[in-house]
């Protein structure tokens, strides 16, 4: 069973960036599909990037696209989230999220297919 942790998180302006990481332990980390989400007060959780186990990766088309990436480096068995010219949409709290899958090539978009949740970390973008 992998353990993940976030880190990363805090208070940035407007326009500024950020990377999350999150670091897995407890399991082969190259075993599994990573994925990140987000949940700010009053909204659903939602999906923000993945990216598979051979490192193909999706960041869904809105508003995210073009300022977000995923990345993963299996050697440090970490995933992480580059994330420039924040705005205050972006405030939440971010999630990573792991599926363990015999499969190198396919990434997940839905949080119900990821069995392994970090604790997320707080993301404030000040305007």
């Known amino acids: 069973q992998v353990q993940l942790e976030e880190s990363g998180g805090g208070l940035v302006q407007a326009g500024g960036s950020l990377r999350l990481s999150c670091a897995a332990s407890?399991?082969?980390?190259?075993?599994?599909?990573m994925g990140w989400f987000r949940q700010a007060p009053g909204k659903e959780r939602e999906f923000v990037a993945a990216i598979s186990r051979s490192g193909r990766n999706l960041v869904p088309a809105n508003s995210m696209k073009g300022r977000f990436t995923i990345s993963r480096d299996n050697a440090k068995n970490t995933v992480y989230l580059q994330m420039n010219s924040l705005i205050p949409e972006d405030a939440a709290v971010y999630y990573c999220?792991?599926?363990?899958?015999?499969?190198?090539?396919?990434?997940?978009?839905?949080?119900?297919?990821?069995?392994?949740w970090g604790q997320g970390t707080q993301v404030t973008v000040s305007s």
């Open positions: 407890g399991g082969t980390f190259s075993m599994y599909a």
């Open positions: 999220a792991a599926k363990s899958t015999s499969y190198l090539s396919p990434y997940y978009a839905t949080a119900a297919e990821y069995e392994y």
